[in-house]
């Protein structure tokens, strides 16, 4: 396949749930989310490759260069935040699908006989903005989250997964590939490839993540009549701790901890009603475990002090917690590799972003790349990657495709194997 036809492909797929300002809003298992899907399937059909749905959504499209063997498994997510940007998992899926067919294509014409079966994949809900938590279908896969417990999981609206999938027809019945190894591509959602005028991202390790649930209780009343030593208002609480949240960072070094709170409910969200009930996601970051942990104890603290003072029932509990993932060294040192023989200019680095590769690293080798991001930007309508990098990256992607169908993880396939950094 020619690179101007994966760029036709990459700027029709973006076209699927576009927005006014150049982004995508194609959140899980949307009509949107269903029409990109139906292409994935449509892009395969037309190869001759076996389409396949799990049982929490999660395609795969099966290439055979090995009767009987395991698979290495490339992808990543078309679904995305809302107003999101059109390259965050998308690019990683559609690339993975042209790589595959050039490697399917060089061992037909080569005559070589891979070690592994290809398959290609759109993970479900990697994003987590409808669902909750994040990473969701490769979580699933990888045995590290519970099927049933996923497919009752609501969105803000009240419609569970199971629902949602079932409504847009990926609700499978299959089981997925065996896996023997996994290689996704993505934009890195940092500066640090601009920075330094560089093409291509080994990623070797991610930081530990995690999320704190927060429920806050307090008393409906009349913003107008109700005495102010009166109101139990958990809007005016939450509003705190959203504050409370961001300054916890100030206790560390600059850039050591990221966090914010990016969702916020109220009930029952009038101008005239002091809030009864708020409920808000802070999601907290570090390379440091030991730095989340001391974070979330302060905030622990300060919320209960928050909660005795203000009389109000607040509730935080931990949630998604996603240690530092270590990419195996064979992985990271064959994309430099490639990246070198390729003339293409590379480093090694850590994502501060979750990945599906993070999930499935638990389970299989997996080698993670990164492509630039125009100022760092993602999770936004303004979310850039130049055609150029994203065609680099095609060409970086296909040879280790083809190298891990081939065996060049072969050595750390075996259970138990697992590099650590
Ligand atoms: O959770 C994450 O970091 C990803 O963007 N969903
Ligand atoms: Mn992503
Ligand atoms: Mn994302």
Redesign the pocket.
């Known amino acids: 396949m020619s690179p101007q036809t994966f760029l036709e492909d990459f700027h029709h797929v973006a076209n699927i749930g576009s927005t006014p300002h150049h982004g995508v809003d194609r959140q899980a298992a949307t009509p949107d989310d269903q029409r990109a899907r139906d292409w994935f399937t449509a892009f395969a059909k037309e190869r001759g490759w076996t389409i396949r749905v799990d049982g929490i959504g999660n395609l795969f499209a099966l290439i055979t260069l090995r009767p009987g063997a395991p698979f290495i498994i490339v992808g990543s997510h078309l679904d995305s935040?809302p107003l999101g940007g059109r390259f965050?998992g998308a690019y990683g899926v559609i690339a993975a699908l042209h790589a595959a067919e050039r490697v399917e294509r060089r061992a037909r014409e080569t005559g070589e006989r891979p070690e592994f079966n290809l398959a290609v994949v759109d993970w479900f809900n990697?994003?987590?903005g409808r669902f909750a938590p994040?990473?969701m279908g490769s979580s699933v896969f990888a045995g590290i989250k519970d099927r049933e417990e996923m497919l009752a999981v609501r969105d803000l609206a009240g419609t569970r997964v199971a629902e949602a999938l079932d409504s847009i027809g990926y609700l499978g019945p299959d089981e997925g590939p065996e896996a023997a190894g996994y290689a996704e591509i993505h934009i890195e959602?940092g500066r640090i490839l601009e920075r330094e005028s560089l093409t291509i991202g080994a990623v070797d390790s991610s930081w530990y993540?995690q999320k704190l649930d927060i429920e806050v209780n307090g008393e409906q009343s009349h913003t107008g009549a109700t005495a102010m030593a009166d109101r139990r208002d958990a809007l005016l609480a939450a509003a705190k701790i959203i504050s409370m949240v961001h300054d916890v960072t100030l206790g560390f070094p600059a850039e050591e901890l990221v966090s914010s709170v990016g969702q916020l409910t109220v009930e029952p969200n009038s101008p005239i009603v002091v809030a009864r009930h708020a409920h808000l996601v802070a999601d907290l970051r570090s390379n440091s475990r030991e730095i989340v942990h001391q974070a979330r104890d302060t905030l622990r603290r300060q919320i209960a002090e928050l909660a005795e003072a203000a009389r109000l029932d607040i509730s935080v509990r931990d949630f998604d917690i996603r240690e530092n993932q270590y990419y195996p060294e064979s992985g990271v040192e064959l994309t430099l590799d490639i990246a070198t023989e390729l003339g293409i200019g590379a480093r090694r680095m850590q994502t501060?972003?979750?990945?599906d590769s993070v999930a499935m690293n638990r389970i299989v080798p997996s080698v993670m790349i990164f492509i630039p991001s125009e100022g760092g930007v993602s999770?936004c309508e303004r979310e850039f990657t130049s055609d150029a990098d994203m065609l680099a990256g095609l060409e970086v992607l296909s040879e280790v495709v083809h190298r891990l169908v081939h065996g060049a993880l072969a050595p750390s396939l075996l259970p138990g194997a697992q590099g650590r950094a």
């Open positions: 935040q965050d990697e994003e987590g994040s990473i959602q993540t501060m972003a979750g990945h999770h």
